[in-house]
Structure formats: structure tokens, C-alpha cells
């Protein structure tokens, strides 16, 4: 509770004691002048005594000077100095002495008058006791007033040490303790301390001190403590973000520093899934509408599935699918990253399988031309020579044995010669389109438009799954199984098929509804066969002849993928 000002209280005090300094001066300076005349009063009564005496010589001789000496004596005796002791602070037995001496003054007058020597002799003793008596009134009166003067000094200075030890006292509790309470409290919160004890007081000013102080501490603990949370806001959300952009490049390098299938996509995905708890992810890589890849991360995908959101796996004008993500709390600006790393890895891993792909083509462009131009030429050329041949034969050299050889050199020659070509096409095969499932639906339509046969193609294959050096021999591979469904199989339909047998492999298959298995050549004797077991070496896989229990021969071509190429 306030009870009042310090100031005043201080100022008070203060004018105490000038009040009190003052006031024992102002006694001191009365005292000392009501005490100014006390020697002379003292001198003049003691001088009353020598002049008692002489005036006894004179009332002896009756000498004429004896008016003068009582005059001088009355001038002595009523003087100002002694005229004192009547005065209204004279103490009642100075001024009764005084009374004395001049009433028994009277009567030694006139005995002098009367020169009556006898009576002034007889009573001169008397009167001079009586002037030592005044003389003596006078010394206890002077001393009467030193002691006074003393007395009110020492009290006052006795009175003014208590007073002063009384505002010691009162300022070492009241000003000095709080005010270094108040200091402990600056300095705790001058070290960052904030939670001080303000201490108590009455007083308005160190109230209104201890309360701004206290107001500034809990400002500054406040303002303090928003600072801290902020920086330690910052300091989070930067450590996420270097959390985070380690996470991007980390997944960057690993997707551009090997090949991109599908345990790569899985990996980058739980790493994403252990840098964002309990959210839930999957990739879904789609470039058409018929064939969809979906890749989980290690924690699974929930049955009952919330609130999905679909981060777009965009780079510039390619649209590959989408990152799905179920979290409480989704982190927008790393999904979005994310999904447009992924994006642009895929972009660039197609370019590259593409480029890979265009030179393996521009590398058997290159071959086909060889042969055409060598072993083409010679096939061409022993083609005429056998049909010269033939036509040259005189008739005595003609016989049935060596018609027989010459049709089947003729045979033989037109046999490779086919084969030639073929094998020149399937070289001259082109892929423009790093989507396996578009190369095969050109491929068939190129054999669509040389045939009736109706041919279908139902694929299932993930996208990113096969590499560029497979694309190549399951294209070519395909397309021989077909071509020879279509020569040799007598068939209406053809159906192709491309999906994944196991989690390890990939499964073609090529079914026709033709003559059946048993009308095929042995891989020794068909060239095609052969070139299939030898692509199917290639993929480190094998390819099957088989029968269907409705008719006809099913190709099944089953390897697994992203193999490096069998040199």
C-alpha cells in the first residue's frame, strides 16, 4: 500500500534537522547575547566593594571629594550592567540581592553624608557580604546560562545524531535495500533472466520504479520469448529445409546415377515416407489411359483410404501420372518438388533410353545396308547363276539327280534370299517413341496393313520396367513371332499379349488360332526360330512353342527385366 511520497518523507527528515541545527544555533546566539554583559556585571558588583572601602576614607576625613566618590559609586552601582539583574530573565534572587544592595546603599549614603565614620565602619562589613552575595548571584546567574547554552547543545546534537541515525536507518530500509533489490532484479535481467521479484515499498516513487521495472521485465520476457520462438521457428523450418533439399539431392543423384526401374522409384519413395511420418505414399506412373505402374512404399497403402492428394508428376509439356499422398498434415512444397524431380528423371531417362535406342537402330540401319549390299548382291547374283545354269544344261548332262540338286540349290538360294530380306526389315525396324506399347502398335500396324488376319494387342506392362536394349529384341522378337503366325499358321486372330508373370519377370506371349504347333520346323531347320532363341538368350530369358487346347500355337517369351544386354 502507498503511503506517501519518499521526497517529502526525505524532505522532511531534512527539514527536521535545519529546523533542529537551526533552532539550537538561533538559542545559542540569544543565550550568547544575554550573556554579553555578564563580565561587566560581574566586574562593576566586584568594583562595588573596592569602592565601599574608599568611601570609608573619605566619611572619615569629611573630605569634599566624597560627593564625587558616591556619585561614582552610584554610576557604578546603576549601571547598565548591573541594572541586568532587574530584568524580566534575571532569576528572582539576583534581582532580590540587587534590591538589597541598594537599600543597604542608602543607608551607608547617609552615613556618609553625616560623616558618621562609626555606623559606615560598622556596617561596612555587612555591605560589602551583601555586594559579595550580588557578586556571587551574578557569577551562578552567567554560569546558569552557560550551563543552559551547554545543555540545549548537547541535547541538540543528541536529538540531531538520533534523528540522523533514525534516516540512516530509515533510508538503509526504506531507499537503500530497495533500490539494490532493484539493482540485483536490472542485473538478473540485464543476463537474459526475465523472472525477477520486484521488491515491495510505500513509497510512490520506488513503487512507480519497482512497477516500470517489473512492466519491462515481463515486456521483455514476452518480447524475449516471441524472439526465441521465432528463432527457433526459423531455425526449424531452415532444418527442415536442408532436411528436405538434402532428401531432393540425395534422390536426384540416386535416380541419374543408374538405371531408373522400379526398385529405384521404390527407394526414392521411402525415403520420402521416412523423412514425412505417417503419411502414406504411392506413385502412379501412367503416359496413356490403358497401362497404369503403381508403386507402393514399405509402410503400405491403407484399405480404407482418406483424403487423397494427387501431385502431378509434370515437366514441361509431359504428363507422366502422379504422386498420391494420405497425410494429416501434408507438406505441399516437398510433394510438389517431389513429384516434378521424379518427373523430370523420368523425362530424362526416357530421352536417354530413346537415344540409347536410336543408336542400337542407326547401328542395325547400318548392318542391314552391309547386307543388303554384300550378301544381298550375292544372293541376287547366285540366283541368276543357278537359273543360267539351269537353262544351260545340255540335255545329255540332264538327268532327274541333277534336276533335283538344282531345284534345291534354286530353293536354298531363294530361301535365304527371303530370308535376307526379312531379317534386313526386322534390322530397318524403327522406335521413335520410348513407350514400348506405341512401338509394338506401329509395328502391327505396318503388319495389319500387309495381311487380314485380325491381330490384337492387350499390354500391361509398367512404364520405366524394360531398358532400350530390351525394347529392341521384345519388339523384334514379337514381330518374328507374328510374322510367322501369319505365313505359316494358316490363322485368323492373333492375340498379343504383354504382362508381368511374377514379381521377377516379364511374360510375351503371341497365340494364333492356326494349324498348330506341329506344322512348325525344328529351330535347326527354321532360320526364324532360331533368331528367336538367340534374342531370347539376349534377355536372359527363354521363349516357348506351345499349343492351345482350342488350336493353333501360343509364342511365350518370358525374362526378366532391366537385364544389361548378353554381348
Known amino acids: 500500500m502507498k503511503n506517501g511520497s519518499l521526497t517529502s518523507t526525505i524532505l522532511g527528515l531534512m527539514l527536521t534537522l535545519i529546523l533542529l541545527s537551526s533552532g539550537l544555533a538561533t538559542f545559542a546566539i540569544i543565550n550568547l547575547t544575554y550573556s554579553l554583559g555578564d563580565a561587566r556585571a560581574i566586574n562593576a558588583s566586584g568594583s562595588l566593594r573596592m569602592q565601599s572601602y574608599r568611601l570609608m576614607f573619605y566619611a572619615n576625613s569629611g573630605s569634599e571629594e566624597s560627593e564625587g566618590k558616591i556619585k561614582e559609586f552610584e554610576n557604578t552601582l546603576y549601571s547598565e550592567a548591573l541594572k541586568r539583574s532587574v530584568v524580566w530573565y534575571s532569576p528572582q534572587e539576583l534581582e532580590d540581592q540587587y534590591r538589597l544592595v541598594v537599600e543597604k546603599w542608602q543607608v551607608m549614603k547617609s552615613y556618609i553624608e553625616d560623616e558618621n565614620s562609626r555606623l559606615y565602619a560598622a556596617s561596612l562589613k555587612d555591605f560589602v557580604d551583601?555586594?559579595?552575595?550580588?557578586?556571587?548571584?551574578?557569577?551562578?546567574?552567567?554560569?546558569?546560562?552557560?550551563?543552559?547554552?551547554?545543555?540545549?547543545?548537547?541535547?541538540?546534537?543528541?536529538?540531531?545524531?538520533?534523528?540522523?541515525?533514525?534516516?540512516?536507518?530509515?533510508?538503509?530500509?526504506?531507499?537503500?535495500?530497495?533500490?539494490?533489490?532493484?539493482?540485483?532484479?536490472?542485473?538478473?535481467?540485464?543476463?537474459?533472466?526475465?523472472?525477477?521479484?520486484?521488491?515491495?515499498?510505500?513509497?510512490?516513487?520506488?513503487?512507480?520504479?519497482?512497477?516500470?521495472?517489473?512492466?519491462?521485465?515481463?515486456?521483455?520476457?514476452?518480447?524475449?520469448?516471441?524472439?526465441?520462438?521465432?528463432?527457433?521457428?526459423?531455425?526449424?523450418?531452415?532444418?527442415?529445409?536442408?532436411?528436405?533439399?538434402?532428401?531432393?539431392?540425395?534422390?536426384?543423384?540416386?535416380?541419374?546415377?543408374?538405371?531408373?526401374?522400379?526398385?529405384?522409384?521404390?527407394?526414392?519413395?521411402?525415403?520420402?515416407?521416412?523423412?514425412?511420418?505417417?503419411?502414406?505414399?504411392?506413385?502412379?506412373?501412367?503416359?496413356?489411359?490403358?497401362?497404369?505402374?503403381?508403386?507402393?512404399?514399405?509402410?503400405?497403402?491403407?484399405?480404407?483410404?482418406?483424403?487423397?492428394?494427387?501431385?502431378?508428376?509434370?515437366?514441361?509439356?509431359?504428363?507422366?501420372?502422379?504422386?498420391?499422398?494420405?497425410?494429416?498434415?501434408?507438406?505441399?512444397?516437398?510433394?510438389?518438388?517431389?513429384?516434378?524431380?521424379?518427373?523430370?528423371?523420368?523425362?530424362?531417362?526416357?530421352?536417354?533410353?530413346?537415344?540409347?535406342?536410336?543408336?542400337?537402330?542407326?547401328?542395325?540401319?547400318?548392318?542391314?545396308?552391309?547386307?543388303?549390299?554384300?550378301?544381298?548382291?550375292?544372293?541376287?547374283?547366285?540366283?541368276?547363276?543357278?537359273?543360267?545354269?539351269?537353262?544351260?544344261?545340255?540335255?545329255?548332262?540332264?538327268?532327274?539327280?541333277?534336276?533335283?540338286?538344282?531345284?534345291?540349290?534354286?530353293?536354298?538360294?531363294?530361301?535365304?534370299?527371303?530370308?535376307?530380306?526379312?531379317?534386313?526389315?526386322?534390322?530397318?525396324?524403327?522406335?521413335?517413341?520410348?513407350?514400348?506399347?506405341?512401338?509394338?502398335?506401329?509395328?502391327?500396324?505396318?503388319?495389319?496393313?500387309?495381311?487380314?488376319?485380325s491381330i490384337s494387342l492387350d499390354y500391361k506392362l509398367p512404364l520405366q520396367l524394360l531398358g532400350a536394349h530390351q525394347h529392341i529384341h521384345v519388339l523384334q522378337l514379337t514381330r518374328e513371332a507374328t510374322l510367322n503366325a501369319i505365313k505359316h499358321a494358316q490363322a485368323q486372330h492373333i492375340k498379343i499379349k504383354c504382362f508381368k508373370s511374377s514379381g521377377t519377370h516379364v511374360t510375351i506371349s503371341i497365340s494364333d488360332d492356326g494349324v498348330g504347333i506341329e506344322q512348325l520346323k525344328e529351330r535347326d531347320q527354321h532360320f526364324g526360330i532360331g533368331i528367336m532363341h538367340e534374342r531370347a538368350s539376349r534377355l536372359s530369358g527363354i521363349v516357348e512353342f506351345g499349343s492351345n487346347p482350342d488350336g493353333g500355337t501360343t509364342v511365350t517369351l518370358t525374362f526378366p527385366p532391366q537385364q544389361k544386354p548378353v554381348q
Not at 540522523?164 to 531507499?175: E, G, H, Q, S, W
Not at 523450418?237 to 531408373?260: F, Q
Not at 530424362?348 to 547386307?371: C, D, H, P
Request: proline share 3%; net charge negative.
Open 130 to 453: 551583601t555586594i559579595d552575595l550580588l557578586v556571587l548571584e551574578t557569577e551562578l546567574h552567567a554560569a546558569f546560562k552557560l550551563k543552559i547554552l551547554a545543555t540545549s547543545q548537547i541535547f541538540g546534537l543528541g536529538l540531531m545524531l538520533f534523528i540522523a541515525f533514525l534516516a540512516v536507518r530509515f533510508t538503509k530500509k526504506k531507499v537503500v535495500t530497495p533500490l539494490n533489490q532493484l539493482m540485483e532484479s536490472a542485473n538478473t535481467i540485464s543476463k537474459g533472466d526475465f523472472d525477477v521479484r520486484m521488491p515491495k515499498t510505500e513509497y510512490i516513487e520506488l513503487s512507480s520504479l519497482s512497477d516500470a521495472l517489473d512492466s519491462t521485465a515481463k515486456e521483455l520476457s514476452t518480447l524475449y520469448r516471441n524472439l526465441e520462438s521465432q528463432v527457433e521457428e526459423k531455425t526449424h523450418a531452415l532444418t527442415r529445409a536442408n532436411n528436405e533439399l538434402t532428401l531432393l539431392y540425395d534422390n536426384l543423384v540416386m535416380l541419374h546415377s543408374g538405371t531408373l526401374d522400379i526398385k529405384t522409384l521404390k527407394k526414392a519413395l521411402n525415403q520420402l515416407s521416412k523423412h514425412e511420418p505417417h503419411t502414406f505414399l504411392r506413385l502412379v506412373i501412367s503416359q496413356d489411359k490403358e497401362s497404369k505402374q503403381v508403386i507402393e512404399a514399405d509402410n503400405g497403402w491403407p484399405l480404407a483410404s482418406g483424403n487423397q492428394i494427387h501431385y502431378p508428376l509434370k515437366f514441361e509439356d509431359y504428363e507422366l501420372g502422379y504422386l498420391e499422398v494420405i497425410s494429416s498434415t501434408p507438406n505441399h512444397p516437398l510433394f510438389d518438388n517431389f513429384a516434378i524431380m521424379l518427373a523430370r528423371s523420368i523425362v530424362i531417362f526416357n530421352a536417354g533410353e530413346q537415344k540409347q535406342q536410336l543408336a542400337l537402330m542407326e547401328e542395325r540401319g547400318v548392318i542391314a545396308r552391309e547386307l543388303h549390299d554384300s550378301l544381298g548382291q550375292i544372293l541376287s547374283f547366285l540366283k541368276i547363276q543357278v537359273n543360267l545354269l539351269s537353262k544351260g544344261l545340255d540335255t545329255a548332262c540332264r538327268s532327274p539327280q541333277v534336276e533335283g540338286q538344282i531345284a534345291e540349290i534354286n530353293e536354298g538360294v531363294n530361301t535365304a534370299y527371303v530370308q535376307l530380306r526379312e531379317l534386313l526389315s526386322t534390322f530397318r525396324l524403327t522406335i521413335n517413341d520410348p513407350n514400348l506399347n506405341h512401338a509394338i502398335e506401329v509395328m502391327l500396324d505396318q503388319l495389319r496393313s500387309q495381311s487380314k488376319i
